[in-house]
């Protein structure tokens, strides 16, 4: 009787398609790594090189310059009746500025006097608004209460030392106006403790002296991909986005670490870096010592407008830092709610606002109040941040309106 077919495979054959199959089975995982190092390699080197064309349009477009031009007195400020294309992030927006030098709708010229009554605003770079015109807060406040007269006085970084040389500067070239909104943010305390030095008596401020950057190398690869990798970067930011949105609160995306842990904001939480200089840490004066030089220099500027009767009023606002580890009742909230008693027209804390709203999220999304009112990767207000902002502004300027001073009965210029 002969054996059959499956009878006649000796064990050691068994062993050979085996090992075979085995071999095959490698060989399939290898070149399916080899494809999707190949892919990978290849879609990293189309982004970067389409990344690239990208930044160069970009850079070309933008030589046509800025409006941003040095400054003895305020160490930066904006050249008046200037126009020119903006960018911030991805968004690209015309930026105008009138003949004051100061941000506005269009580049328009500024008269002495003005029929309405004008309100001067001032603050940093939320004010002057890293967004269009019509997307900021100022420009939502002075679409919605046409009957006055708005000037945006804020800058990049401004605090203190700028807003006293700006109201001393347009009361010297007799520039009216009938009120002034300050906004308050907690950086306001590193840049006068760590950036502005005062030159001399006049109150004019330079920049610092000593500068140490401590940049972790996260955020350097996170900008290196930003900036090289657009489409790399887009994929990244979606999981960003994902984890941000579910509660998991960090994110190093440039050169002042990370957005929900600010070592320039946290001073009104936790202890900050103190020894090291601008923009490391506070020195040299400390955080009690940038506190106590923006209450002097606040001080000059109430004087400066008391005695004309131009009334006073302030806004204080948080950053993602402090809706993520601060209170509604902040240090900085009650520093300036206390400063402004017997001085201030009125105070007006955004605290309250932007805590209930994250308080709003549910709980499978904790994160859905910056995703929802502000920009992605930065600290600033959206264009839903700045209009819960100028909401409470116009609220308050409607129930207690601004009034035109009578200039003959107060003796200003």
Known sequence: MLPSETQLITPREDISAADNAARQRRMKLALLLVSIAFSLVAFLALDYFRSQAILRR???????????????????????????????GRDRY??????????????RDIPLTEARPRILILGNSYTEGESSWPDSYVGKIAA????????????????????????????????????????????????????????????AVAGPEHKRWNISRYSKARFFV?????????????????????????????????????????????NVNETDPHPTGYAPLGVQGGINKEFAKMDLLWQELEKRHIPLSMVVYPYPTQLVHDSVDSRQVRMWRD?????????????????????????????????????????????????????????????EPPVKLDLSAVGAK
């Open 58 to 88: 970009v850079k070309a477009a933008d030589k046509q310059g800025s409006c941003r031009v040095a400054n003895p007195v305020r160490h930066h400020a904006l050249k008046p009746n200037c126009a020119f294309v903006e960018r911030w």
């Open 94 to 107: 015309d930026y105008f500025t009138n003949s004051l030098g100061f941000r506005d709708a269009k580049v």
């Open 144 to 203: 919605a209460l046409p009957q006055y007269d708005f000037l945006n006085g804020g800058g990049a970084s401004y605090s203190p030392s700028n807003h006293l040389n700006i109201v001393r500067n347009l009361l010297a070239d007799g520039v009216q106006f009938d009120e002034v909104i300050i906004f308050s943010g907690a950086f306001d305390v590193f840049n006068e403790a760590a950036f502005y030095r005062d030159i001399d008596a006049s109150g």
């Open 226 to 270: 930003a900036r090289n990798f657009m489409l790399t970067n887009q994929l990244v930011e979606a999981v960003e986005r994902f984890l941000v949105g579910h509660g998991y609160y960090h994110l190093a995306t440039d050169q002042w670490g990370d957005e929900f842990d600010m070592e320039m904001v946290a001073w009104t939480y936790r």
């Open 339 to 399: 400063w402004c008693a017997g001085k201030c027209k009125r105070f007006i804390t955004l605290f309250p606002v932007f805590f209930a709203l994250k308080e709003q999220c549910p709980r499978s999304e904790p994160g859905c109040w910056y995703l929802k009112y502000f920009i992605f990767g930065d600290m600033h207000y959206n264009a839903a941040g700045n209009a819960l902002v100028a909401d409470e502004i116009v609220k308050s300027l409607t129930e």
